[in-house]
């Protein structure tokens, strides 16, 4: 995996680099369900999806400035626009509104990833109040809905190019 570009300096690179990103961490969490490792796939299918969140906000980089409008101030004092930070990044504090920005499916696509991320922090509960997954096989279907619905989404954007 080479190093990500900054989307300040090159949006379109950063896109590519995203995209790739999000397809290597969808195959190997499809590799670690094979393996029984259902936490870390948890783990890779939400950094996959995280960094798709990540390439597709670069086609709504003008809306995330008139939204998020100001700066964005980085190690070294350098200043970047707030909205080519939050495309960077992708906080997880912002997941939920950044993907309401990219459409319905998207959210709702996002709230299965919000799912597993909590999955993937703390395991299967019975109660259902730790973790949105009663049992493992739960996890491991949702875990596996996300990995189709992300190469699904990869596979529509891959026909574009």
Do not use: C
């Amino acid at each position: 995996m080479q190093e990500l570009p900054k989307p300040w300096f090159n949006l379109e690179a950063y896109k590519k680099t995203r995209l790739e990103e999000a397809k290597f961490e969808a195959n190997l969490a499809e590799e670690f369900v094979k393996e029984g490792l259902l936490r870390n796939a948890a783990g890779k299918a939400f950094q996959a999806w995280k960094a798709l969140l990540g390439a597709l906000l670069t086609d709504k980089r003008e809306d995330l400035i008139k939204k998020y409008s100001g700066k964005k101030r980085l190690k070294g004092r350098k200043e970047v626009a707030y909205a080519d930070w939050l495309i960077a990044i992708v906080p997880t504090s912002y997941m939920e509104e950044l993907s309401l920005m990219l459409g319905r499916d998207i959210n709702l696509v996002n709230k299965l990833a919000l799912a597993i991320h909590e999955y993937q922090y703390n395991g299967a509960d019975k109660d259902a109040i730790l973790s949105p997954f009663r049992n493992d096989d739960i996890a491991k279907e949702n875990i596996l809905n996300l990995i189709g619905e992300i190469k699904s989404i990869l596979g529509k954007i891959e026909e574009k190019i």
